[in-house]
């Protein structure tokens, strides 16, 4: 097995919120004990509702947040020993946000050819070549490099930030929610090219969603966050025909199904909103929402434990398998 | 019948503006050349509060002298003032404002407690007290205009540095391992620059005014050299029996002050490129 390009270890993220005067400190453990790791040239999905943490975890492998405990590492050395630029080197980020995460008051050439000046690329031609290869790698006419962002539609933004992601050459791209800012008909060209784009560059990527649909259909190892904690890890098969852990069926049976081609198993939906991460739950952060709850849930924290080699969920009843969360329908 | 529509880039009141200033920095360039008289020498008491007319257009002072050749020549020491203190004012600013912002931490503190002890104190009494320390004359009132009303510059640029700093372009660019200076300089400022411009015309304005009050209470710039705010402190015993005196230059001081706002205002818009689509 090949060496992991990104390696977590027990990785937290906490905050603390709140003052000595207003209402005493709280710590948010927006990211708390997540172990991952993404090997070279694999998709790995990371999904989860909004407020788990799945963000905060992707600011983290980035270096902009400080991990509370923990360790990251990459290419096999802790990053607090790599260079910053080293860094930047390896591991790139591609936005939620096209609109915002493109500076208004720069050319695209200027977005693009930055970066590699700043990592020592000197020679004006070679600069001019890689900024027009990778505007063209994306989709994007070389002659557009005057133009500023605001003359661009959201999915063409969107593939500046991909070239920008990858103008260093990165290894591994971690894309936060790519293409949920986007309208519906231009995900799926977005989506095309990351696929296309990792096979031609054998990047790897963490793509990190809410939308299952995305996830099933880029990655080939799914992990399934919950309130900072990874409750389910396996591969795409596993994750969607075989879930254990009740939380990913219930967002298997979320996905909407316009067609009816599946029936919902009524069971398998979550009932209620995510718990504040300022006051989870005790036990296991799901069991309010569960319907396999038992007292056992309320008690214990439940290890994230293998049911087959490399499928692991964090449920007391892992072994509890044939409660699928959608029946196929039967032909009419 | 149809009139031609014409399309000013950036709107009227930049126009407006722009003509206003730039008249006025035209002036205070070639006042020797357009100037009739020396504006301190040619004091000649014979001619003693003329009222305009056709060889005195903006009339004469108590001593005789051409009001218009003094108006002509204060606005050499209105603009300077006006420029060199907001350069001072917006340079201390946004060099505070910008790394308080970004950086945070103990630096944010530090600079926001000094912004908030300058807002507390009156400006002018400052100014009033760096003046008497200085003593009278032009560079201690750029010193005194110049230190001492940086902090609408840096709270403009404070604030919006906290709300850029969240932006995706400024977390790729920490990302993609640019420099904090870099950052700040070529992600952050460019952004934030339009109110800051907006905060430096206005505070232009505010500076010519400025003057012209510490002038007025005889601290700025001595008789019998000429300031727009000298020449109203002077005026002040006649303003029933010569209006005149106290007229001209307060109209000098209101068109300047209006057209520095305007222009502000018209330049606001035009360094927003979302406002300028190109065609291709």
Redesign the interface.
């Given at each position: 097995m090949a060496e992991p390009l990104l390696a977590l270890d027990s990785l937290a993220v906490h905050f603390t919120v709140g003052s000595l005067l207003a209402g005493g400190v709280k710590v948010l453990k927006a990211v708390d004990g997540v172990t991952l790791d993404v090997k070279p040239g694999e998709c790995l999905g990371l999904v989860g509702e909004s407020g788990c943490g799945k963000s905060t975890l992707a600011?983290a492998i980035?270096?902009?947040l400080p991990p509370t405990r923990g360790r990251l590492a990459l290419e096999g050395r802790d990053i607090k020993t790599v260079d910053?630029?080293a860094t930047?080197?390896t591991?790139?980020?591609v936005?939620?946000?096209p609109y915002?995460?493109?500076?208004?008051?720069?050319t695209v050439r200027r977005t693009l050819a930055?970066?590699l000046r700043?990592?020592g690329v000197t020679d004006k031609a070679e600069i001019e070549a890689r900024v027009a290869d990778m505007m063209a790698k994306v989709g994007l006419r070389p002659e557009q490099a005057d133009?500023?962002p605001?003359?661009f539609s959201g999915g063409q933004r969107q593939r500046i930030?991909i070239a920008?992601?990858l103008i260093?050459r990165p290894k591994l791209v971690i894309c936060d929610e790519p293409v949920s800012a986007l309208d519906v008909s231009i995900r799926a060209q977005i989506i095309n090219l990351l696929l296309d784009l990792k096979d031609e560059l054998g990047l790897a990527y963490i793509m990190i969603s809410h939308d299952l649909g995305v996830v099933e259909h880029v990655s080939d190892r799914v992990a399934v966050m919950y309130l900072g904690r990874i409750v389910e890890q396996g591969s795409w098969q596993e994750i969607f025909e075989d879930p254990r852990h009740p939380y990913t069926r219930a967002l298997i049976a979320a996905i909407p199904d316009p067609f009816h081609r599946a029936v919902v198993v009524e069971t398998a939906k979550a009932k209620g909103e995510i718990a504040s991460a300022l006051n989870p739950p005790p036990g296991c952060h799901f069991h309010p929402r569960c319907p396999l709850k038992q007292d056992v849930c309320v008690r214990e924290v439940p290890a994230l434990d293998p049911v087959s080699p490399g499928h692991l969920a964090a449920c007391h009843f892992r072994d509890l398998a044939g409660t699928p969360a959608t029946a196929l329908r039967p032909p009419r | 019948m149809r009139m031609p529509r014409l399309r000013l880039k950036g709107g009227t009141s930049l126009w407006i503006g722009g003509t206003l200033v730039a008249v006025a920095i035209a002036v205070a360039v070639a006042a020797p050349l357009i100037a009739r008289t020396d504006p301190v020498m040619d004091a000649n008491l014979m001619n003693a509060e003329i009222p305009p007319g056709l060889e005195f257009p903006f009339g004469t002072d108590a001593q005789g002298r051409d009001i218009y050749s003094r108006i002509v020549y204060g606005a050499r020491i209105s603009l300077t003032v006006g420029i060199v203190s907001q350069i001072l004012n917006s340079l201390i600013g946004v060099t505070l404002g910008l790394t308080a912002g970004y950086w945070g931490g103990w630096w944010d503190d530090v600079v926001t407690g000094l912004t908030n002890l300058m807002l507390a104190i009156p400006s002018l009494i400052f100014a009033l007290a760096i003046m008497a320390i200085l003593g009278p004359g032009l560079s201690s009132l750029l010193a005194a205009l110049g230190l001492t009303a940086w902090s609408y510059s840096c709270r403009i640029a404070r604030a919006q540095v906290l709300s850029l700093k969240s932006q995706g372009y400024i977390q790729a660019a920490r990302i993609l391992g640019y420099g904090d200076l870099r950052i700040m300089f070529t992600q952050v400022l460019p952004n934030i620059l339009g109110p800051l411009i907006v905060i430096a015309t206005l505070g232009m304005g505010g500076a010519i005014l400025s003057e012209a009050a510490l002038s007025f209470l005889g601290l700025g710039i001595r008789p019998p050299f000429p300031s727009w705010g000298s020449m109203l402190s002077e005026a002040r015993d006649q303003i029933t029996t010569a209006p005149w005196l106290s007229v001209f230059p307060g109209l000098a001081i209101f068109f300047t002050v209006l057209g520095l706002n305007l222009l502000g205002d018209g330049l606001r818009d035009i360094l927003d490129p979302q406002s300028t689509t190109r065609r291709t």
């Amino acid at each position: 097995m090949a060496e992991p390009l990104l390696a977590l270890d027990s990785l937290a993220v906490h905050f603390t919120v709140g003052s000595l005067l207003a209402g005493g400190v709280k710590v948010l453990k927006a990211v708390d004990g997540v172990t991952l790791d993404v090997k070279p040239g694999e998709c790995l999905g990371l999904v989860g509702e909004s407020g788990c943490g799945k963000s905060t975890l992707a600011l983290a492998i980035m270096g902009l947040l400080p991990p509370t405990r923990g360790r990251l590492a990459l290419e096999g050395r802790d990053i607090k020993t790599v260079d910053r630029m080293a860094t930047a080197r390896t591991v790139q980020m591609v936005f939620q946000d096209p609109y915002a995460s493109l500076n208004p008051r720069q050319t695209v050439r200027r977005t693009l050819a930055d970066p590699l000046r700043i990592h020592g690329v000197t020679d004006k031609a070679e600069i001019e070549a890689r900024v027009a290869d990778m505007m063209a790698k994306v989709g994007l006419r070389p002659e557009q490099a005057d133009r500023y962002p605001h003359e661009f539609s959201g999915g063409q933004r969107q593939r500046i930030g991909i070239a920008r992601a990858l103008i260093l050459r990165p290894k591994l791209v971690i894309c936060d929610e790519p293409v949920s800012a986007l309208d519906v008909s231009i995900r799926a060209q977005i989506i095309n090219l990351l696929l296309d784009l990792k096979d031609e560059l054998g990047l790897a990527y963490i793509m990190i969603s809410h939308d299952l649909g995305v996830v099933e259909h880029v990655s080939d190892r799914v992990a399934v966050m919950y309130l900072g904690r990874i409750v389910e890890q396996g591969s795409w098969q596993e994750i969607f025909e075989d879930p254990r852990h009740p939380y990913t069926r219930a967002l298997i049976a979320a996905i909407p199904d316009p067609f009816h081609r599946a029936v919902v198993v009524e069971t398998a939906k979550a009932k209620g909103e995510i718990a504040s991460a300022l006051n989870p739950p005790p036990g296991c952060h799901f069991h309010p929402r569960c319907p396999l709850k038992q007292d056992v849930c309320v008690r214990e924290v439940p290890a994230l434990d293998p049911v087959s080699p490399g499928h692991l969920a964090a449920c007391h009843f892992r072994d509890l398998a044939g409660t699928p969360a959608t029946a196929l329908r039967p032909p009419r | 019948m149809r009139m031609p529509r014409l399309r000013l880039k950036g709107g009227t009141s930049l126009w407006i503006g722009g003509t206003l200033v730039a008249v006025a920095i035209a002036v205070a360039v070639a006042a020797p050349l357009i100037a009739r008289t020396d504006p301190v020498m040619d004091a000649n008491l014979m001619n003693a509060e003329i009222p305009p007319g056709l060889e005195f257009p903006f009339g004469t002072d108590a001593q005789g002298r051409d009001i218009y050749s003094r108006i002509v020549y204060g606005a050499r020491i209105s603009l300077t003032v006006g420029i060199v203190s907001q350069i001072l004012n917006s340079l201390i600013g946004v060099t505070l404002g910008l790394t308080a912002g970004y950086w945070g931490g103990w630096w944010d503190d530090v600079v926001t407690g000094l912004t908030n002890l300058m807002l507390a104190i009156p400006s002018l009494i400052f100014a009033l007290a760096i003046m008497a320390i200085l003593g009278p004359g032009l560079s201690s009132l750029l010193a005194a205009l110049g230190l001492t009303a940086w902090s609408y510059s840096c709270r403009i640029a404070r604030a919006q540095v906290l709300s850029l700093k969240s932006q995706g372009y400024i977390q790729a660019a920490r990302i993609l391992g640019y420099g904090d200076l870099r950052i700040m300089f070529t992600q952050v400022l460019p952004n934030i620059l339009g109110p800051l411009i907006v905060i430096a015309t206005l505070g232009m304005g505010g500076a010519i005014l400025s003057e012209a009050a510490l002038s007025f209470l005889g601290l700025g710039i001595r008789p019998p050299f000429p300031s727009w705010g000298s020449m109203l402190s002077e005026a002040r015993d006649q303003i029933t029996t010569a209006p005149w005196l106290s007229v001209f230059p307060g109209l000098a001081i209101f068109f300047t002050v209006l057209g520095l706002n305007l222009l502000g205002d018209g330049l606001r818009d035009i360094l927003d490129p979302q406002s300028t689509t190109r065609r291709t």
